[in-house]
């Protein structure tokens, strides 16, 4: 399996390492994409990230079984600004592969009309932008091959959730079970 976490200045770090982490112990392969022309991305509390690569240097992101994009403002509005990413996503989507957003960023597959008839949730406040969503309250929200969840404080479910859609449920509990959750 194969995964990619794009990340823009001010990512919500939480919503992103702990996905890198929980799916590394999972044997997926992650790779993490500043959408910048800089490897040092700096979360929305200051801490400093080295990304694997550059968006525009990536190697072929078809290969990708997931993209993952975190919350945190204003790293989602970047993320939003980056036609690159939002064409990935795009092409992503019509083929039918994973894609999960957490906190705020489930807007940005909102704006992008990805959510029409989809179950979905995001940071509370930003219900308004799921455009075309059955905007649901639930912690963590699996619709077909879209992952949402509402915030940092369900990034560990949120990273199960991908596991299990990824690698079935034997692998998600055996990770909740060695980190003891």
């Not at 044997?27 to 700096?42: M, P």
């Not at 036609?83 to 957003?101: G, N, P, T």
């Not at 309250?137 to 091959?145: D, R």
């Amino acid at each position: 399996m194969k995964a990619f976490v794009f990340l823009a200045n001010g990512f919500e770090e939480v919503e992103a390492i702990t996905p890198i982490d929980l799916l590394r112990r999972a044997d997926i392969n992650v790779t993490t994409v500043s959408i910048s022309e800089n490897k040092e991305v700096i979360g929305a509390h200051n801490v400093s990230f080295i990304a694997d690569v550059l968006i525009n240097e990536a190697d072929d992101f078809s290969s990708a079984d997931l993209l993952l994009l975190p919350g945190g403002m204003p790293g989602t509005n970047n993320l939003n600004a980056c036609e690159e990413l939002k064409r990935l996503i795009k092409k992503h989507v019509l083929e039918s592969k994973l894609i999960a957003a957490i906190c705020a960023a489930p807007i940005i597959l909102g704006q992008m009309s990805l959510l029409e008839g989809e179950k979905a949730v995001c940071y509370p406040s930003f219900e308004n932008q799921l455009l075309g969503a059955d905007v649901q309250y639930n912690k963590v929200q699996k619709s077909n091959n879209i992952i949402t969840a509402r915030g940092a404080g369900c990034a560990i479910e949120f990273s199960l959730a991908i596991i299990e859609a990824l690698c079935g449920k034997s692998k998600s509990d055996e990770i909740a079970k060695s980190i003891i959750f």
